[in-house]
């Protein structure tokens, strides 16, 4: 079972800023938060990842709430070629260091 | 480095011939992960190894499906026999450790066809 909850599609307009939540309500304190997209007919892609700090880097920006239980991805100006399924997982520094993603979140960005 | 390459790009096959799926990961890395895609099911972990031994393969469907990792520049994927029902697109992903950045590098992936 994924341990993350995410709405299953969203809509923005190109040039604008989108705003993608994640619900982790179960998170752990050695869980960190990781992002990944899925452009269409290729391999999921690394975006970001934190564990307690907001982080940015070049493709995003990645807020993470005071207690930890939820996330928002920050794409700052919608591109056309962001239009992906963004997926929200949790990768612990356990020994259970599995992976899973869930359904993600299907962006379409209008022109 | 090239990135994570999977070998082949498309496969299709006859129902009940076994079929085998290649992964090179990324060179240092110690995390590798096999994922499979379907629409129906999206994306499922199938197992993955750490420093070359499984750690989980509670994934794997059946005893149809098996994984190695017989060093730390290869793994293999076979499905013997192979069923329709196989058919998806089936991923390689490697990482380093938590303690190291954590982020997974996907390859590009095996169409599998079984028809």
């Known amino acids: 079972d994924a341990k993350t909850t995410q709405p299953n599609s969203m809509e923005s307009n190109e040039e604008e800023p989108v705003h993608l939540p994640c619900n982790h309500s179960t998170i752990s304190g050695t869980d960190y938060i990781h992002w990944y997209r899925q452009l269409p007919s290729q391999g999921p892609e690394y975006v970001i990842h934190g564990l307690t700090s907001n982080v940015n880097n070049r493709m995003a920006s990645l807020a993470i709430a005071e207690d930890r239980k939820s996330s928002t991805l920050i794409l700052h100006r919608a591109t056309l070629r962001d239009a992906a399924v963004y997926y929200c997982?949790?990768?612990?520094?356990?020994?259970?260091?599995?992976?899973?993603f869930g359904a993600g979140t299907r962006l379409t960005v209008k022109p | 480095d090239a990135g994570v390459i999977q070998s082949p790009r498309h496969e299709v096959t006859e129902m009940g011939q076994e079929v085998t799926l290649r992964c090179k990961p990324i060179s240092g890395h110690d995390y590798l992960f096999w994922y499979r895609q379907t629409m129906m099911r999206g994306l499922e972990l199938l197992i993955y190894f750490n420093n070359n031994v499984p750690i989980d393969d509670s994934g794997m469907p059946e005893d149809r499906f098996s994984a190695k990792m017989p060093n730390a520049s290869f793994s293999n994927l076979k499905i013997q026999p192979s069923e329709p029902r196989d058919s998806a697109v089936y991923f390689c992903a490697s990482s380093l450790g938590l303690s190291r950045g954590g982020e997974l590098f996907f390859g590009s992936g095996t169409q599998l066809s079984v028809l």
């Open positions: 997982i949790l990768r612990t520094t356990g020994n259970n260091n599995d992976m899973r």
